[in-house]
C-alpha cells in the first residue's frame, strides 16, 4: 500500500488549504484513515481521522478542519479553513486496514510521505 500525499503550501493566516491523501496498491479492509502533523521540535499529533462510524478532530482544529474521504478512489481529504500559524507542520496523511487470516485478524499501519503546510502571520 503507497499514501501519496498532497496539497501542502505556504499560505497567510485566515486562509484554507486543501489535503489530500491518495492510497493505491493491495487494499482491502481499511478501518481507518487520517492526517497527523509534526511541527518542529515537536511530537506527532492527530488532527483528524475518519472511519465508516464517524469523525475525530483534535481539539485544536474542530470546527476549523474537516476530514472527508472518498471511498471510490480510497482517498482522504482534509479541508483545512481560517489557518493559524500555529498549524504550521508537517501533514502526514495514514491509512489503518486488517487484514483477517482465519480466526485472526492483523492490523497495519501505512504513512504518507508528509507535506508541508507554512501559515505566516
Known amino acids: 500500500v503507497q499514501l501519496q500525499a498532497s496539497g501542502g503550501g505556504s499560505v497567510q493566516a485566515g486562509s484554507s488549504l486543501r489535503l489530500s491523501c491518495a492510497a493505491s496498491?493491495?487494499?482491502?479492509?481499511?478501518?481507518?484513515m487520517g492526517w497527523y502533523r509534526q511541527a518542529p521540535g515537536k511530537q506527532r499529533e492527530l488532527v483528524a481521522t475518519?472511519?465508516?462510524?464517524?469523525?475525530t478532530y483534535s481539539d485544536s482544529v474542530k470546527g476549523r478542519f474537516t476530514i472527508l474521504r472518498d471511498n471510490a478512489k480510497n482517498t482522504a481529504y482534509l479541508q483545512m479553513n481560517r489557518l493559524k500559524p500555529e498549524d504550521t507542520a508537517v501533514y502526514y496523511c495514514?491509512?489503518?486496514?486488517?487484514?483477517?487470516?482465519?480466526?485472526?485478524?492483523?492490523?497495519?499501519?501505512?504513512w504518507g510521505q508528509g507535506t508541508q503546510v507554512t501559515v505566516s502571520s
Open positions: 495514514k491509512l489503518k486496514e486488517v487484514s483477517l487470516v482465519g480466526p485472526h485478524a492483523y492490523e497495519y499501519d501505512y
Open positions: 496498491g493491495s487494499i482491502f479492509n481499511i478501518i481507518d
Open positions: 475518519i472511519t465508516s462510524g464517524g469523525t
